[in-house]
């Protein structure tokens, strides 16, 4: 092919004319990688069509104009040897871009647990290969084996739920601000819902209640200040379109200092004197008290659903540590009423994500969540165990020739994350590397296979083992490696 298209390059004024085929760079693609080939006929047609189209636009932008106006230019590296690989390199280059996994699975080294940028909580094996199962095939989401009849997705995971929060009744929909989504559209669309002032809270990608309560047709009533609420203040803004009131836990923020609000407690016995739902948004949500791990106190969905409250909303993906969800739980009466709210159709979970919540349910049922569920193994985390890791890779590096790097095991902080306990964190030890480019080496890990996260800190790459899987080590230590390793010297 290279002969044919230096033969035409001498034969023809337009240097565009020299440019192979679309079917001749296609061949040329697939002869020279397996993985191009594999990609299908159609797939790589359309690709090699896109770069020649590339390559046209870039010779017309040389020569002046579309039609060439100006002298051409020296198209030597268009149309020589390397020129031809070059176009099938691009080829194969966009092709596998095209066809790599998504998402791609990377090592979280970050120290933060519930990274919003990495996917949140990983799930248990156990839950992940449920996921898998109920995806590859088939099962009775929406059948009832005894009587051969129509069945309910609804019922798959409610019973668990229920059991563990010792409420009545429970839903899952796709999130948490689905969750709150469907509460005020179902319970409050047309009417108001009051909400203290302090706990109007955005949280990432721009979701803020206010605009939850215009989504859902209700009128948001905010009562106190930003630093106090008083069960008064709730009590005068009490009216006949009064519908919900609603506590929504400001999980990935706190107000220190001069403060007061409004117990959970104070609130259902308010919603009780005038027969107004009470519904507590907790955001992550958790069934295990976390203030034996060293961190603040943080309120519990069993909690919520004892103090009274008619429904309680939280996630599925960050503290539960299993799959996205948005979980709702409450009384009977509530709950049935979001079951036939249109909204629910729209925001209801797929099979494979109740697959995986009803294994991680099930693991806090027999008592085994903070051994079978990653976020709680991390947050018990041992300091010990995570000190022996890091330094288990820095001997697995040993000493090399020529690195402008210092490594060493020292202490830190590890951070939860993902809107859940804000500003609470736990004691770690990293592998700290001082390096004069920290965010060179940072970009060099994340181009590994697997790519590993770290993070820069005062002017030194940090990866912490508490978010690192055990099964990751060798990727850890095999990516440094290669990282670490000093360029080749350019040639003279």
């Keep these: ?30 002869a020279a990688a397996p993985s191009t080939a594999d990609a299908g006929r159609g797939l790589l047609v359309a690709v090699a069509r896109e770069v020649l189209d590339g390559a046209r636009a870039r010779l017309a932008d040389a020569a002046g104009g579309p039609h060439g106006d100006a002298a051409p230019p020296d198209t030597n590296g268009l149309v020589a040897p390397s020129g031809v690989d070059d176009l099938v390199a691009e080829v194969s280059r966009r092709i596998a871009v095209i066809l790599a996994p998504r998402p791609r699975r990377v090592v979280n080294a970050t120290g933060v647990i519930l990274h919003t940028n990495l996917g949140r909580a990983p799930v248990s094996r156990e839950a992940a290969a449920a996921m898998a199962e109920a995806a590859a095939g088939y099962n009775d989401l929406e059948y009832d084996l005894a009587t051969g009849r129509r069945g309910s997705r609804h019922d798959v995971v409610a019973p668990l739920l229920a059991r563990l929060s010792g409420a009545e009744a429970a839903l899952v929909v796709n999130n948490n601000a689905g969750a709150t989504l469907l509460v005020v ?65 400001t999980s990935n923020f706190r107000i220190t200092g001069f403060t007061a609000s409004v117990g959970l407690d104070d609130l259902v016995a308010l919603g009780r004197k005038h027969a107004i739902p009470v519904v507590d948004d907790l955001g992550s949500g958790s069934f295990i008290d976390v203030a034996p791990f060293g961190l603040s106190p943080e309120p519990t969905v069993q909690a919520s659903i004892a103090a009274g409250a008619d429904a309680v909303t939280f996630s599925g993906d960050k503290l539960l540590g299993g799959p996205q969800a948005g979980l709702i739980v409450g009384r009977a009466e509530v709950i049935a009423r979001l079951r036939a709210h249109p909204l629910c159709r729209a925001l209801r979970p797929d099979k494979a994500t109740l697959a995986g919540l009803a294994v991680t349910l099930q693991s806090y049922l027999r008592g085994r969540a903070t051994e079978e569920v990653p976020v709680w193994r991390m947050i018990g985390g041992d300091v010990e165990g995570l000190r022996a890791r890091a330094e288990s890779w820095l001997r697995e590096l040993g000493a090399a020739e020529g690195r402008r790097a210092t490594l060493a095991v ?22 700290s590397i001082d390096t004069p480019h920290p965010d060179t080496l940072a970009a060099r890990l994340r181009a590994a296979d697997p790519p590993v996260i770290a993070r820069v800190e005062d002017g030194a790459v940090l990866l912490d083992p508490r978010t690192v899987l055990p099964d990751e080590d060798e990727h850890v230590v095999a990516a440094l490696q290669q990282a670490l390793t000093p360029a080749p010297p350019s040639p003279p």
């Design 1 to 30: 092919m290279t002969a044919m298209v230096r033969g035409a390059a001498a034969n023809v004024d337009d240097p565009r004319r020299a440019l192979p085929a679309v079917d001749t760079l296609a061949d040329a693609a697939a």
């Design 410 to 431: 020292r202490a830190a902080l590890s951070a939860i994350g993902g809107g859940s306990l804000p500003g609470e964190t736990l004691p770690t030890f990293v592998l």
């Design 185 to 249: 559209a179902a319970l409050a669309g047309g009417r108001s819902v009051i909400v203290s002032r302090g706990q109007l809270v955005e949280i990432g990608g721009g979701y803020r209640i206010p605009d939850v309560m215009a989504a859902g047709g209700a009128r948001l009533v905010e009562v106190g200040t930003t630093n106090r609420t008083r069960p008064a203040d709730y009590e005068r803004a009490i009216d006949a379109a009064t519908a919900l009131l609603l506590r929504v836990h």
